[in-house]
């Protein structure tokens, strides 16, 4: 299977692209960001590039692959809705378009969130942008899937790209065994969460959208 990931820098693409590069069922995943992951690997080939609002300058590089893993996103913190919409909807879409006309067996996997609202009408602003996103990618013609975690506890020294959610996760990880007793079905790690991906875009999934429940029961299991 021939894999692109988007997002590799951050938290969850950092784990997503861990597992795709020690999964044999991955042959090759190319990476698409803005600045380089810094990393050498046999399967692994990266594709720099500015505009992720127009992909059509590389839309022959991103060809003949079989699954997208888009982990690409920011907060909502201190944005307003249509500068949110930006960066969340337009550049996702920019992506999806352009893999659906060249790749269309493709299945694209989306990072969501635990609270999306598919109805695109709730009060929650970040709620809403994600539903439209998903609503419009399922729309478009591949496979498309939602994930929707709701806490994420990084493995294997992967960290956050930002200081404050860095700062949580130190004080707070000791608690990660006693949250995953207590809500297991809204905790999962970066490494279930990349195996999860694998998964379905092997052998796809009954729902177009995953909660935390749905994607450790897939890989209950975390990569040791």
């Not at 784990?15 to 992951?37: M, N, P, Q």
Request: proline share 4%.
């Amino acid at each position: 299977m021939k894999v692109i990931v988007f997002g590799a820098t951050g938290m969850i693409g950092q784990g997503v692209l861990r597992e795709c590069l020690l999964d044999d069922a991955v042959e090759s995943v190319l990476v698409v960001g803005r600045t380089a992951l810094g990393r050498e690997h046999p399967k692994l080939r990266e594709i720099l590039h500015r505009d992720f609002t127009d992909f059509t300058a590389i839309a022959d590089e991103l060809t003949g692959y079989d699954a997208c893993f888009f982990c690409l996103g920011v907060s909502s913190v201190g944005m307003n809705e249509a500068d949110y919409r930006r960066v969340t909807y337009d550049i996702t879409l920019a992506a999806a378009r352009t893999l659906a006309e060249r790749n269309p067996d493709l299945t694209f996997i989306y990072v969501s969130g635990e609270g999306t609202d598919s109805s695109e009408r709730g009060r929650t602003m970040w709620a809403r942008v994600k539903g439209a996103t998903e609503n419009a990618l399922i729309a478009l013609p591949f496979h498309a899937y939602a994930f929707r975690p709701g806490y994420i506890q990084p493995r294997h020294g992967i960290t956050s790209k930002t200081r404050l959610y860095r700062v949580a996760y130190a004080v707070g990880g000791w608690l990660f065994p006693v949250l995953k007793k207590l809500f297991p079905g809204a905790i999962t790690t970066t490494d279930q969460l990349g195996r999860a991906m694998i998964g379905v875009a092997l052998t796809g999934a009954p729902e177009r959208v995953l909660n935390s429940r749905a994607i450790n029961a897939l890989y209950p299991a975390p990569r040791q």
